[in-house]
């Protein structure tokens, strides 16, 4: 079956940086458009960025447009997220998914931006 295994999460100070990998086996990757989406504590699934599957063509949150950076490496059935100038609001449980805009996701990373 379709598998997806979020990596990367911790906790870092604002300002800091992390690097999220989201792992996928069970489907053809390189065909699939896969996004980030993220759920912060007592609040609903936000989308944070999507890329293409063939152009690479990337999209982002206004929320988070100029900090993090989608990315992907179809021979490694890897995703990536990019995450710079952290701020408290993006304090979250981040999950890879399969689609531009979300959609079957892993069981999550947890990101906490704290001082």
């Known amino acids: 079956g379709v598998w997806l295994q979020e990596s990367g999460g911790g906790v870092v100070e604002p300002g800091g940086s992390l690097k999220l990998s989201c792992t996928t086996s069970g489907f053809t990757f390189s065909n699939y458009a896969m996004s980030w989406v993220r759920q912060a504590p007592g609040k609903g699934l936000e989308w944070v960025s999507g890329?293409?599957?063939?152009?690479?063509?990337?999209a982002y949150a206004d929320s988070v447009k100029g900090r993090f950076t989608i990315s992907r490496v179809n021979a490694k059935n890897t995703l990536y997220l990019q995450l710079n100038s952290l701020e408290t609001e993006d304090t979250a449980m981040y999950y890879c998914?399969?689609?531009?805009?979300?959609?079957?996701r892993g069981q999550g990373t947890q990101v906490i931006v704290s001082s």
């Open positions: 998914a399969q689609g531009y805009y979300g959609g079957l």
């Open positions: 890329i293409d599957s063939g152009s690479g063509r990337t």
